[in-house]
Every structure is written in structure tokens, then in C-alpha cells.
């Protein structure tokens, strides 16, 4: 099963500080309680360059925020292929205007370093039903997030099909989802969950 990781960090202080958007269970549930706001997530690289503009000297010579060295919370969230494949496909440069509408696909948002879009309502709903494992981390240091990049998530938590099916019959109409394109993300998301229950499976007759 492969899996793409996407990142968001919330907390910090003054101008830098990011909006707490996003909670996460013990069970390594994505939560994000109002789905209407919009939220920037990013994949690995965009994380590193973020965090390092974040904590260092240039940040606080290129703006006038205070320098961060308060502790910040990174959002770490695994999905299936599928997902990565989807937002990919549908995402509009975020210079166009979609005068908020909460079913406009997401946006790439334009930065040079790494992968990030910007999504907006049912997109966030999104978010949540194909997010198969999410956790907080607290960094102080950038460096302090290095070990988890790497690390394989404790467990996996299934797609949510109905959501997932509802998602994709709201949005069908606002983004360029086929009718190929819908019947493909549902079977992969099946297919994930059949793979994910078989792998729970073999590890329970293994213990």
C-alpha cells in the first residue's frame, strides 16, 4: 500500500503564528472541526522550508514579526495513493478566483520550494475521509521533526467510503472529476481497505 504523507503546522507566535485548524485523535483520526475554513497543507519539502523560515534570523529581517522560538505543532497526515493522484488532477492555480466557493477544488499555492494546496469545504471533508493515519508533533527545532519523515505510521485507519462517495457527488459538478475518475477513486479506496484488512489480519495471526 503506498502512502503519501502531507504536513500542516499550527501554532507559533505573533505574525508567524498559524491557526490551530486541525486536531488529531489518539487513534490517529483527522479531525478539522470547521470544514469552511481554508487550510494549507504541504508534503515534505514544503514542511522542511516552511519550518526553516519559521525559526531562523531571516524571517524576522524580512517581516516584522517577533522571532519564533515558541513552540509550533506539526500536523502529520498519511494517505492513500489515491488521494495524492486526485488533488493533483483537479487543483487550479490559487491566483483564480472561486469567490470562496466551498466546493472549488483546492489550489496550488504558489511557493518555490515543495508541494502545498489550499482547501476549502467540502475539500476539508475530504481531507478527513481519506486520511488513513494523523498525528501531532510538538517542535521546538526544526530538527526535532527530522525522525518522523521517515517513520512508518504505528497503524491505519480505513477510508471512509460514504463520506468519501458523498464528497465526490458534491463536488462532481465544481471540478473536472469524470465519471471514470469517480468510479476509479472508489474502487481504489475499497480496494485500500480490503488490503488494510487483510494486513490487520496477517499481523494478528502472527502475534
Not at 10 to 39: A, F, N
Not at 75 to 91: C, N
Not at 134 to 162: G, H, Q, W
Request: with cysteine; net charge neutral.
Amino acid at each position: 500500500m503506498n502512502l503519501f504523507k502531507y504536513y500542516r503546522v499550527q501554532g507559533g507566535t505573533g505574525y508567524s503564528k498559524s491557526r490551530e485548524m486541525i486536531k488529531t485523535t489518539d487513534e490517529g483520526i483527522l479531525e478539522i472541526p470547521d470544514i469552511l475554513k481554508k487550510i494549507h497543507i504541504g508534503d515534505e519539502r514544503h514542511n522542511r522550508s516552511f519550518l526553516k523560515i519559521r525559526s531562523t534570523e531571516k524571517w524576522r529581517e524580512t517581516s516584522l514579526a517577533e522571532f519564533d522560538q515558541e513552540e509550533k505543532v506539526v500536523i502529520q497526515m498519511y494517505f492513500p495513493e489515491f488521494f495524492s493522484k486526485l488533488i493533483r488532477k483537479v487543483a487550479i492555480p490559487e491566483y483564480i478566483s472561486t469567490d470562496k466557493n466551498p466546493k472549488a477544488p483546492p489550489h496550488v499555492v504558489d511557493i518555490n520550494q515543495g508541494e502545498a494546496y489550499a482547501t476549502y469545504g467540502a475539500w476539508n471533508a475530504l481531507l478527513e475521509s481519506c486520511c488513513v493515519y494523523a498525528r501531532s508533533i510538538t517542535v521546538k527545532d526544526p530538527e526535532e521533526i527530522e525522525r518522523y519523515y521517515n517513520e512508518e505510521p504505528p497503524k491505519l485507519n480505513p477510508v471512509n467510503i460514504v463520506k468519501l462517495t458523498n464528497f465526490l457527488k458534491q463536488t462532481k459538478s465544481n471540478s473536472n472529476i469524470t465519471d471514470a475518475d469517480f468510479n476509479q477513486i472508489v474502487d481504489d479506496a475499497m480496494k485500500f481497505n480490503r488490503q488494510l484488512k487483510e494486513k490487520d489480519s496477517r499481523d494478528d495471526d502472527a502475534r
